[in-house]
């Protein structure tokens, strides 16, 4: 219910400022404003997410790509949009549609699921639960952690979950959203 009740606020709020930005990316760069990319969720079912494209249209032409610090396929509205995390508000509605919840840990394309499952040990433990907007990880370490640091935190949270402890993550995720730590 909670997930429910905050992700239909979060769109409320949200779609003026996807509207405006959706509106800007298309001024910046030709196609879309949105990227639609296939996701792993819970128990390894993969869903949809929706998200402000915040790339070049042909950021992947050459095959699908970690993204890296000053990463050179990044738009200038798209630097911003990602600084501040506005790029993700569209996947309120996979939390509405239940592919999602509000906190948990971030969903991975399958490709590097696979990857990483390979490479670290237990790495798919963390399809025990839904994925989330925002997680410890994201508030703990940013986009800069790798996979390996990214899935102690995600352990940590599923091993430790509590209405207490997402209290603590919701409100370390509106610092990061209003300093922009973390982002690249």
């Known amino acids: 219910m909670m997930d429910l009740l905050l992700s239909c606020i979060g769109l409320l709020f949200a779609a003026p400022i996807i509207l405006v930005f959706a509106c800007l990316i298309v001024i910046e760069t030709p196609g879309s404003p949105f990227y639609v990319q296939e996701r792993v969720g819970k128990n390894g079912v993969c869903f949809r997410i ?3 494209r915040s790339m070049r249209q042909d950021a992947e032409k050459g095959g699908a790509k970690w993204a890296e610090v000053n990463d050179s396929r990044v738009t200038r509205v798209g630097a911003f949009i990602r600084k ?40 798919k433990n963390r399809l025990l639960v839904k994925p989330g907007l925002t997680g410890l990880a994201q508030v703990s370490g940013g986009y800069d952690i ?8 995600d352990l940590r949270y599923i091993e430790n979950l509590s209405f207490l ?13 209003l300093t922009g730590e973390g982002a690249r």
Do not use: C, H, N, W
């Not at 509405?96 to 990857?115: A, H, N, V, W, Y």
């Open 84 to 123: 501040t995390r506005i790029d993700e508000l569209p996947q309120f509605i996979s939390v509405l549609k239940g592919d999602m919840s509000i906190i948990g840990p971030r969903p991975e394309r399958p490709m590097f699921t696979e990857q990483f499952d390979k490479e670290i040990q237990g790495f």
């Open 50 to 52: 929706v998200k402000l």
């Open 165 to 177: 402890l997402e209290v603590k993550i919701l409100l370390k995720t509106v610092k990061v959203v």
């Open 146 to 153: 790798t996979p390996a640091e990214k899935l102690k935190y």
